[in-house]
C-alpha cells in the first residue's frame, strides 16, 4: 500500500510476509541488494527486532522523526527481508496515521519511498500514479511538506549507529544537522571515519 509519512510518500508491506517484501522490490524495479527499513509504531517495538547499542533516551531523541537508524537486526526478523545484511533500518515516523498504522500491524512493516528505484521521492499521491495499478491501496495524506521545495524531498537522514560509540551518516536526508548535534553534543559519538 501507499502511504504519507512524514518525510515523503512510502509504499509499505508486512515485513514478516516473504512474497509482500518481493513484491515491493518488483514494484520499483529495485536491486534486490537494495535493503528496505522497517517502520514501527513505537520505540518500544524496536527492542524486538533489533540489537541496541545506544541509550535509550537517544532514540526517544530522534524518533518519532525524520530518521532512519541502522542497527543489527535480530532473529526476529524475517530473513527474506534484506538477508544479505546483518543490519536493519528503522523508521518511527512522526505522522500520526502511520503510527497507528504501524501499532495496528502485527509486525513491522517494510518501507521505501513511493517511486521507481533512482527516480525521485513523491510528495503527492499523483506524482507516482504510474505505481497505482500495482498497488492494493493508496492512502493520500495531501501533499507533504512544500512540494516546491528540493529539500523536501530529501527523505529521512539515515545513520548507522551499529558500532558502539560511534555512527555514520548513510544518508544526509532531510534532518542531518539536528541529527548529528544530538549525536556528538548530546551522546558523545563520534563519527565513524574519525
Known sequence: VAVPTDTVYGVACLAQDSAAVRSIYSLKGRNGAKPLAICLGDVERLYRYCHVN??????????????TLVLKRSEELNKDLNPFTSLVGVRIPDH?????????????????????????????????????????????????????SPECRLGSTVVDLSVSGKFSIIRPGCALAPTVEILKKKYGLVPESS
Open 54 to 67: 545506544v541509550p535509550d533516551e537517544l532514540l526517544r531523541d530522534l524518533l518519532p522523526g525524520p530518521v
Open 96 to 148: 500520526p496515521f502511520m503510527r497507528d498504522l504501524a501499532r495496528a500491524c502485527p509486525g513491522p512493516l517494510a518501507l521505501t519511498s513511493a517511486n521507481i528505484s533512482s527516480q525521485g521521492s513523491t510528495l503527492t499521491v499523483l506524482e507516482f500514479q504510474d505505481l497505482w495499478p500495482q498497488l492494493s491501496l493508496v492512502i493520500d495524506g495531501g501533499p507533504i511538506g512544500d512540494i516546491q
